[in-house]
Nanobody, 125 residues
Framework: QVQLAESGGGLVQPGGSLRLSCAVS????????IAWFRQAPGKEREGVSC?????????SYVDSVKGRFTISRDNVKNTIYLQMNSLRPEDTAVYYC?????????????????WGQGTQVTVSS
């Protein structure tokens, strides 16, 4: 069974950048749809971005991060990345990566049963 491990979170000032990594083991990342989710303090979890299996050009984003975040895949390193630029305080959240049956982010969110620890991103001056 494929396993994923998030890393790369941290503290960054507003306007700054971070790159999150999602290392995949137990399977080739190219064959999986992989989504990033986040949960901000006191808020519901939401889908952030998704990249489809076999087609790295096929991606989706929640409206609030379009133009600022970029999801990508490295098939050699078997890793998914989420490049986050122009970060805002409202991006503060725990970020999770998960394999998903769909890159419709609302549907993908409902299918996740176990979340794990994720990686904390804090945007603050």
């Amino acid at each position: 069974q494929v396993q994923l491990a998030e890393s790369g979170g941290g503290l960054v000032q507003p306007g700054g950048s971070l790159r999150l990594s999602c290392a995949v083991s137990g399977g080739a990342v190219i064959y999986y749809n992989i989504a990033w989710f986040r949960q901000a303090p006191g808020k519901e979890r939401e889908g952030v971005s998704c990249i489809r299996a076999l087609d790295e050009q096929s991606t989706s984003y929640v409206d609030s991060v379009k133009g600022r975040f970029t999801i990508s895949r490295d098939n050699v390193k078997n890793t998914i990345y989420l490049q986050m630029n122009s970060l805002r305080p409202e991006d503060t959240a725990v970020y999770y990566c998960k394999p998903t049956f769909t890159c419709n982010l609302d549907e993908a969110l409902t299918a996740v049963r176990f979340w794990g620890q994720g990686t904390q991103v804090t945007v603050s001056s």
